[in-house]
């Protein structure tokens, strides 16, 4: 089948490259020719396990290909996919100027039967302003061609993006037209090798969904951490908490685990946008209110912890004279994305209090220079950041993290102490090997001193 894609950004070069793999040909569409000129030269803009290999892959064979031209990419093309950006505005609702214009610049270019499909996250609605848009554009031409618009919402988590698309829990397609529906099955076939996990519905529902899921993922993540809070409380362990919840089939283990708060493309954004369209229907959404907040408080947690422990006299900048090495910038391991990530707030607050930063991570050290250019100094190497530090604070939880070498961190810190928000760590091994271990949810007060 021959597709077109608008957007070589995460979701729209994943798309690409999958659709491709899976034997079809597929011309990925951008207005950044500085990243369109990279990709046809394999420069990859963004770090995804296995992206590179299969984008490489299917330009050598020539089933991928990347332009500019946007109008070629439209009349080649029966299927266009909407993959670009919807950031969000001042007030929270999801910015359509990229979606509309894309759409308008289909109806502009297109020379017969098109499906128009929504891949991008967008509000309730927006498949009815994408017909209008292209149907404005056909009239002002004076042409009658007939289209369907679909929303097809994405469900990638980052860092496991390529499994996700090649082996997908479900698809979700929302049409109400029987012959476009039947298109979209064939172009999902290859996917659906195991098992038909494939979901027609109404372009609403559709668009409903994917807004839904990723609240409901966030609103688990603000429950967790608001039971660590109080496991450190009350004396509890939220690791056996974790457990005890988790095998209770109806609720299940995934995204129970307590951090820094999540952050990233997805979640921020989506849950701000279903609380103004809420908003807009004249529903108070409450819940989703709640969630936000618990979220942006729980960004807090490790610094306060940390400020807790290393504070000096100075009121004012109480982490004046420290050092504290971070391990872990991206929002979540296997991608260098820093989106909202926890690590924006934690090292501001850290800095805001006097102290210096050092940080490493796996991929993101380039993103970082972004957001903190010359304020925190980087590396490239995870234990060299910890010499003479006053404290070790995890962040992300790198695989790189799990298991280090714990004699060495503890002859590199000035002293011993690391405030842990991922919890990879036993506190009683690290309480056996002579570490003040700050966990999250796990001791009593939230702190496990060795004295």
């Known amino acids: 089948m021959k597709i077109c894609i608008f957007g070589a950004g995460y979701v729209g070069l994943v798309a690409a490259a999958c659709f491709a793999e899976s034997g079809n040909s597929v011309i990925a569409v951008d207005v950044d020719n500085a990243k369109i000129e990279g990709l046809k030269q394999g420069i990859i803009p963004i770090y995804e396990p296995g992206l590179k290999e299969m984008v490489l892959r299917n330009q050598a064979e020539g089933r991928l290909s990347f332009t500019t031209e946007m109008t070629e990419a439209v009349q080649a093309s ?72 679909v929303s097809n919402p994405e469900f990638l988590k980052e860092g496991a993006a390529i499994d996700d698309f090649m082996k997908p829990d479900r698809v979700v397609i929302g049409t109400d037209n029987v012959r476009t529906a039947e298109i979209m099955k064939e172009l999902y076939d290859p996917f659906m090798r195991k098992q038909n996990r494939m979901i027609v519905m109404d372009i609403h529902s559709a668009e409903m969904t994917k807004y839904a899921a990723n609240a409901m993922l966030a609103t688990r993540i603000s429950f967790m951490n608001q039971i660590a809070c109080l496991c450190e409380r009350m004396g509890a362990d939220v690791a056996a ?191 056996a090997n002579g570490f003040s271990y700050i966990p999250l949810g796990r001791c009593s007060g939230g702190i496990c001193e060795v004295k």
């Open 78 to 149: 029966l299927v266009c996919f909407i993959a670009v950006g919807t950031p969000p505005g001042e007030d929270g609702s999801a910015d359509l100027k990229y979606v509309l214009g894309v759409a308008r610049d289909i109806g502009r270019a297109m020379n017969g039967f098109k499906i128009i499909v929504d891949k991008s996250t967008v509000p309730v609605g927006t498949a009815d302003k994408v017909r209008v848009a292209v149907q404005e554009e056909l009239t002002a031409r004076g042409v009658d061609l007939e289209f369907d618009v």
């Open 241 to 431: 908490v974790r457990e005890g919840i988790g095998s209770d089939s109806r609720i299940g283990y995934d995204f129970l685990f307590p951090g820094p708060g999540y952050g990233g493309s997805c979640f921020p954004k989506d849950v701000k946008a279903l609380v103004k369209t809420a908003e807009e229907c004249g529903y108070d959404f409450r819940l989703l209110k709640a969630v936000e907040e618990v979220n942006e408080l729980q960004k807090e947690v490790l610094a306060d912890k940390l400020i807790k422990v290393l504070s000096s006299p100075d009121e004012e900048k109480p982490l004046t004279g420290r050092t504290v090495a971070c391990w872990g910038l991206s929002f979540k391991p296997r991608t260098d994305d820093m989106r909202e990530a926890p690590s924006l707030t934690i090292i501001e607050r850290l800095l805001e209090a006097g102290a210096t930063v050092r940080a490493h991570d796996p991929e993101a050290i380039q993103e970082a220079r972004k957001y903190f250019g010359d304020r925190i100094e980087y590396s490239s190497n995870q234990y060299s950041i910890l010499d003479g530090a006053d404290a070790l604070a995890i962040i992300t939880d790198w695989n790189e993290y799990r298991n280090p070498d714990f004699d060495r961190i503890k002859a590199a810190l000035r002293s011993p102490t690391i405030v842990d928000g991922r919890n990879l760590y036993k506190p009683d091994r690290m309480a």
